[in-house]
């Protein structure tokens, strides 16, 4: 331990594996729940600061953020960085997205941006942060190195995240607040629930086992090896583990793990607690009579006499539903009562067993797989021709920058590459048919030129698809069948499961690499419909999707940093089948219109799925 001051960021997990900063208020929002004397203290009302955040809950007991109309549940952490970091210094750097609004980068990548920045480097490479993207400070854009797809990014000024100051833990090898010791093997508690996730162990794992994190650059609290249990020191009714009816707290078992962090804040784990979600419901005997009533009969009392209600148990034997929870937390919370979450949910990445007999054909699908190889590009066209195919002549050039070069569209393209030959004047700049958009003539030569050169154009600005669009899809086989299971959310109907398989191999002209070998992780890949109606309609697409060679791209995995290896092309798919831990499962409302406008983005039409009948 160490006396020092550091700049607290909390961050929360993504369904990619990626912990994503809440803002600066939200960040102060939570420490200040943790400096608090309220005995009723241990969760956080996100809608508080943020009405956009109003369905979360943050319970820092079980360090989770808890979404109340869904159930889902994710990690959260508290990181440390350098005061003289872009956190400590109040600096935001965003990203526009498809919907025109501004994301924030990673924390991790954020600093490294601000880093280069302040040293008045001309770009920044991402890729030894494990994201194909070239920063470039002068056009304030953020370029894919695969795609060339250019995005606009920003840096803006916020309001600093919180200041701390007092005992620190110091990583392996010295170094507080994030400067050194970075990438340094973790053993807290959020990172170890997280690995725990990973290999499928239906644990948070405990104690001080050394483990690596990907990506980790932040300084985070670590519990030190030989440290002493705390034996002394009672929890308070407000911090204490939730224990089952009749089982008493015992600070020297080995079953129990207890870690006091910087201003108070304390974790608590049972690993001997039985497999529940509980709400503390400090309330009078009349509405918890009430509330017990509405769960069930099977309560329990904590160690401390504080009555609680398992609202959904893990081993699937209760019979209450997540949405009951959430409309409980919904009322807990708006009472400024607690939501307090001992354990989280077990993984569900398959199905039971299903023999064969049992695995059915889609209805109205008159095949089960679908094999592709790698298509040839078009031939008989010219560059120059396909992207003058798209275009109407401008007789003057607007007043403003071609948003691919960046210079004024009444001057030269900007663009000095080799593989675009002089045009004249007259042809300097075009009028894309559709949407209307301006650029210079070269310039989307050479954009098509980086491209699969399929005879398909694309529009930088609003995305608008000219042509039929593919991608570089390695060859592979795509599976799909009914299975006698019903997924979460969907239990009106059987399931459509999907089976992936790609080979690894050698990358063509069209991949990022051409002679190298690329890596498939993961391969064969289950994923998971509803067999209904819209689900049948997705699935369609889908197979348009694979013929067009547009589900998975040859890059680098945004979650191991891996490259040259077989990834995730932009069309989200549910892997989990029996849970929505990781934001990859069920219930997801809206999982079906997602997937539809992503596919939509790639410029498959519903009726391009009609053709599949």
């Known amino acids: 331990m160490l006396l020092a001051s550091a700049v ?211 300084l985070t609290m670590q519990r030190t090896k030989n440290a002493a249990p705390v034996t002394s020191k009672p929890l308070s009714p407000s911090k204490s583990a939730t224990l089952g009816q009749g089982q008493q707290q015992n600070s020297n078992s080995n079953s129990n793990y207890y870690q006091t962090l910087p201003h108070g804040l304390a974790i608590s784990r049972n690993t001997a607690s039985p497999p529940c979600i509980m709400f503390i419901l400090q309330v009078n005997s009349n509405v918890f009579t009430d509330l017990s009533r509405l769960l069930g009969s099977n309560t329990c009392v904590l160690s401390c006499s504080v009555p609680t209600v398992p609202v959904k148990n893990l081993n699937g034997s209760s019979p209450v539903h997540p949405a009951l929870a959430g409309i409980t937390g919904i009322l807990m919370s708006a009472a400024a009562l607690p939501v307090c979450l001992t354990r989280p949910p077990k993984l569900v990445l398959h199905p039971p067993p299903v023999s064969k007999s049992d695995i059915k054909p889609v209805p109205g699908f008159g095949h089960c797989c679908r094999k592709t190889t790698k298509k040839q590009a078009r031939k008989g066209k010219t560059p120059e021709e396909v992207v003058k195919k798209y275009l109407q002549k401008v007789k003057s050039s607007p007043e403003e920058d071609c948003t691919i070069c960046m210079e004024p569209l009444g001057g030269p393209s900007g663009y000095k590459g080799p593989g675009v030959g002089p045009v004249s004047r007259a042809e300097s700049v075009g009028r894309l048919t559709q949407c209307g958009h301006q650029y210079h003539f070269q310039c989307l030569v050479a954009m098509y030129n980086n491209g699969n050169k399929d005879g398909s154009l694309q529009c930088p600005t609003c995305k608008t698809i000219y042509g039929v669009k593919t991608g570089n899809q390695p060859a592979g086989k795509m599976e799909y069948h009914v299975i006698p299971h019903s997924i979460p959310g969907h239990p009106d109907c059987k399931t459509i499961r999907i089976i992936y398989n790609i080979p690894p191999g050698i990358q063509g002209p069209e991949h990022p690499n051409p002679g190298k070998p690329f890596t498939a992780r993961g391969f064969p890949r289950h994923c998971y419909l509803p067999d209904s109606e819209k689900g049948r309609k997705v699935l369609r697409l889908l197979l348009v999707a694979w013929d067009r060679r547009l589900i998975f791209s040859v890059g680098t995995s945004s979650t191991t940093g891996e490259s040259d290896t077989v990834i995730w092309n932009e069309v989200h798919h549910k892997t989990e089948f029996g849970s929505n831990l990781t934001g990859h499962g069920f219930p997801d409302p809206g999982h079906l219109d997602n997937v539809l406008e992503e596919l939509r983005a790639q410029g498959i039409e519903e009726d391009d799925g009609l053709m599949e009948k």
Not at 28 to 39: F, K, L, M, V, Y
Not at 138 to 165: E, F, G, H, I, K
Not at 177 to 197: A, D, F, I, K, Y
């Open 8 to 218: 607290v960021v909390w961050e929360w997990l993504n369904e990619h594996g990626r912990w994503r900063p809440y803002s600066p208020a939200v960040s102060h929002q939570i420490e200040a729940a943790i400096r608090s004397s309220d005995p009723r203290g241990g969760s956080v009302v996100l809608g508080q600061v943020d009405s956009r955040l109003s369905p979360y809950i943050i319970d820092l007991q079980s360090m989770h953020q808890f979404r109340q109309d869904t159930g889902t549940i994710r990690p959260v952490r508290r990181s440390f960085y350098d005061p003289a970091s872009a956190p400590g210094q109040g600096w935001q750097w965003e990203w526009e997205n498809d919907a025109g609004t501004w994301t924030p980068y990673d924390m991790e990548v954020a600093i490294a941006i601000e880093s280069a920045h302040s040293r008045k480097q001309p770009c920044l490479d991402l890729t030894p942060l494990g994201f194909c993207y070239l920063i470039d400070f002068q056009n304030m854009t953020q370029v894919n190195r695969q795609s060339q797809r250019c995005r606009r990014l920003q840096r803006r000024a916020d309001m600093t995240y919180p200041l701390v100051s007092g005992p620190l833990p110091v990583p392996k090898g010295g170094g507080v607040g994030g400067v050194t010791g970075l990438g340094q093997p973790c053993s807290c508690q959020q990172c170890m629930l997280v690995l725990s996730v990973k290999t499928n162990t239906g644990g948070a794992g405990g104690g001080g086992a050394s483990i690596q994190t990907l990506g980790r650059r932040s």
